[in-house]
């Protein structure tokens, strides 16, 4: 019996294979239909995602058509090719509006993207589609048993883009250590991030950096604008300090005030030397 067993198997595989491919090759599109429908049951999606290529266009404006259309979409996700899923559940929304499965076909779409959503250091163009579907999905479907993880996936990719306007700004901060016209687009991009990014998680770091770029910025400029530049960078801790009091950066924020203000000071002492 121990021999047998395994020899069942590969004779039931081996007739398994052999329909497979004669089907594959008949011209008849029932028996395709009912093969990938059998083999989607299974789990065997590349074979069934075979077939439903196959058959899909003849089932246009048929009745099983949404339904070859759905399983070609989910053929595709569960085989990981997320470009032609994402593609597929797009097409199935826009024919299907009424179906019963176009909130699960919209979610699936949205991830499907999210999915092809790369490292944040590389292009975020998949990151932006993924966060504009799942965006739609979650203000159409508030109810659906799909909408804490589709926030949750909303949530990952908006901390990545957060971390890549960050990272380019700190980048922009890095740089002006040895070139100080890099301060000015440093400065620049952590007031963008602020300001478009006010929850984010890396939100204490861009107001030290930014103070810090703002900071050396002033004590380099020239000496008719450096006054007024030293008192921005003032402003600047004072935020970063009414904000987070307890701020990780404080003792190098307070070296730097302590530079600022001996400046200031200066300033101060040739006017009243006048």
Not at 10 to 15: D, G, N
Not at 87 to 115: H, I, M, N, T, W
């Amino acid at each position: 019996m121990r021999l047998l067993a395994p020899i069942l198997l590969i004779a039931l595989m081996s007739q398994s294979c052999s329909e497979y491919q004669k089907v594959l090759k008949n011209e008849e599109v029932k028996p395709k239909y009912d093969l990938a429908q059998k083999f989607y049951e299974e789990g065997d999606m590349k074979r069934a995602n075979r077939l439903f290529e196959q058959i899909a266009p003849k089932y246009v404006g048929k009745p099983q058509g949404e339904r070859v259309m759905f399983f070609l979409a989910d053929t595709y996700f569960q085989r990981k090719d997320y470009n032609m899923a994402g593609y597929q559940f797009e097409r199935f929304v826009k024919s299907y509006p009424k179906s019963d499965k176009v909130g699960e076909a919209s979610f699936l779409g949205a991830k499907s993207y999210f999915e092809l959503s790369p490292v944040y250091s590389l292009d975020q163009t998949d990151t932006d589609k993924a966060l504009t579907k799942l965006q739609l999905f979650i203000n159409s479907y508030p109810d659906s048993e799909y909408f804490e993880e589709a926030n949750g996936m909303a949530k990952q990719l908006t901390t990545k883009k957060e971390h890549k306007a960050y990272e380019i700004a700190k980048q922009f901060n890095k740089l002006g250590q040895f070139d100080y016209t890099f301060l000015t687009p440093a400065v620049a991009a952590f007031d963008n991030f602020i300001s478009d990014y006010p929850g984010s998680i890396y939100r204490e770091d861009a107001m030290f950096y930014r103070f810090e770029s703002a900071s050396r910025f002033a004590v380099n400029s020239f000496e008719r604008l450096q006054e007024e530049r030293l008192k921005e960078a003032v402003t600047d801790y004072n935020a970063l300090k009414k904000q987070f009091p307890e701020t990780k950066h404080a003792n190098e924020a307070d070296k730097i005030l302590e530079k600022v203000k001996l400046q200031l000071q200066n300033f101060t002492q040739e006017k009243e030397a006048k």
